[in-house]
């Protein structure tokens, strides 16, 4: 399994970014994925999950109305549109897969966002 991420940087408050996340290794297909941030010195914590289809999408209240999540089955790639960006949606923002079993989740190396004037 690999998950890759990019499309992170810096931008002021109110701004847009769009993160991607090439998967290999597995049939992309078959899984539902799930973005996850972590703030310098919190743990992570979950944004978004959208189901195998495409059709099922949940955020978390922090970001609801803000971020879509989508995903493109034919080439493997999950994204994470975020717009109207706050100073507190300033993280490493990473792509996971369930991994099963209760063991913590396959993820990439994630890509840091910035919002800051």
């Known amino acids: 399994v690999q998950l890759v991420e990019s499309g992170g940087g810096m931008v002021q408050p109110g701004g847009s970014l769009r993160l991607s996340c090439a998967a290999s290794?597995?049939?992309?297909?078959?899984?539902?994925m799930s973005w996850v941030r972590q703030a310098p010195g919190k743990g992570p914590e979950w944004v978004s999950v959208?189901?195998?289809?495409?059709?099922?999408?949940y955020y978390a209240d922090s970001v609801k109305g803000r971020f879509t999540i989508s995903r493109d089955n034919a080439k493997n790639m999950l994204y994470l549109q975020m717009n109207s960006l706050k100073p507190e949606d300033t993280a490493l923002y990473y792509c996971?897969?369930?991994?099963?079993?209760?063991?913590?989740?396959?993820r990439g190396q994630g890509t840091q966002v910035t919002v800051s004037s």
């Open positions: 996971a897969r369930d991994r099963g079993g209760g063991s913590p989740p396959y």
């Open positions: 290794g597995f049939i992309f297909s078959n899984y539902d």
């Open positions: 959208i189901n195998t289809g495409g059709i099922g999408t």
